[in-house]
């Protein structure tokens, strides 16, 4: 069984700063990519940022210059800095990763449980 276990959401001040970790835990021979998404009431699920193997990044629009992702390939873990955050930040956030449970599978998507995030103004 694979897990992907999310923490470090809450209430923060607009213009403050979040820290979002994930980590991957159970049995698996490989990860490959880990995004964050997030979806806030009533929007669609969208890709928030992206990391590779190599540690190449990709960021929406909305959050570039603001929030920065990483990853530790040691501890199969990503995470997301969220810095100036703004209330149309508000809302959960999801990490996801392509994950390969043994060296003779394909590769499947697997997602956190989610953590709210929500920026008063």
């Known amino acids: 069984q694979v897990q992907l276990v999310e923490s470090g959401g809450g209430l923060v001040q607009a213009g403050g700063s979040l820290r979002l970790s994930c980590a991957a835990s159970?049995?698996?021979?490989?990860?490959?990519?880990m995004n964050w998404y997030r979806q806030a009431p009533g929007k669609q699920r969208e890709l928030v940022a992206a990391?590779?193997?190599?540690?190449?990044?990709n960021y929406a629009d909305s959050v570039k210059g603001r929030f920065i992702i990483s990853r530790d390939n040691a501890k199969n873990a990503v995470y997301l800095q969220m810095n100036s955050l703004k209330p149309e930040d508000t809302a959960v956030y999801y990490c996801?990763?392509?994950?390969?449970?043994?060296?003779?599978?394909?590769?499947?998507?697997?997602w956190g449980q989610g953590t709210q995030v929500t920026v008063s103004p």
């Open positions: 159970g049995s698996f021979f490989s990860i490959n990519d």
């Open positions: 996801a990763a392509r994950i390969r449970r043994s060296i003779g599978l394909g590769w499947n998507n697997y």
């Open positions: 990391i590779t193997t190599g540690s190449s990044t």
